[in-house]
């Protein structure tokens, strides 16, 4: 189980990177298309993947140094769930923009 914290701690690490940059991408998608409530609730959960690493990190090595090896991995995988759910609203919001397209193409 250490080596697992282990892996999975660097893993996170080297994840904080592209967590900052995908807010980029899908903040400026919320401001050029027309905005709603999922595209709101999509960005905030962006902006908040890099700050859930870092406090993660942060309690995973405490956990880690006090040597609860299964409560620090169960830490670590907090901010999966958060990326999950960024998919998954991410695949719902071009589910139902091209759901309302096509029922527009529908009313011509």
């Known amino acids: 189980m250490k080596t697992k914290v282990i892996?999975?701690?660097i893993v996170m690490t080297i994840l904080i990177l592209p967590s900052i940059g995908i807010i980029f991408?899908?903040?400026?998608?919320?401001?050029?298309?027309?905005?709603?409530?999922l595209d709101d609730i999509t960005t905030f959960f962006a902006a908040l993947l890099p700050i859930m690493i870092i406090v993660t990190q942060i309690k995973s090595w405490i956990s880690f140094y006090k040597q609860n090896y299964d409560l620090a991995f169960k830490i670590n995988a907090l901010p999966w769930y958060n990326f999950l759910i960024i998919i998954f609203l991410?695949?719902?919001?071009?589910?139902?923009?091209?759901?309302?397209l096509i029922e527009?193409?529908?009313?011509i």
């Open 90 to 100: 991410l695949l719902f919001s071009v589910h139902f923009s091209y759901s309302s």
């Open 7 to 9: 892996l999975l701690n």
């Open 104 to 107: 527009s193409f529908n009313g």
């Open 25 to 37: 991408p899908i903040g400026l998608r919320h401001t050029t298309s027309d905005p709603n409530l």
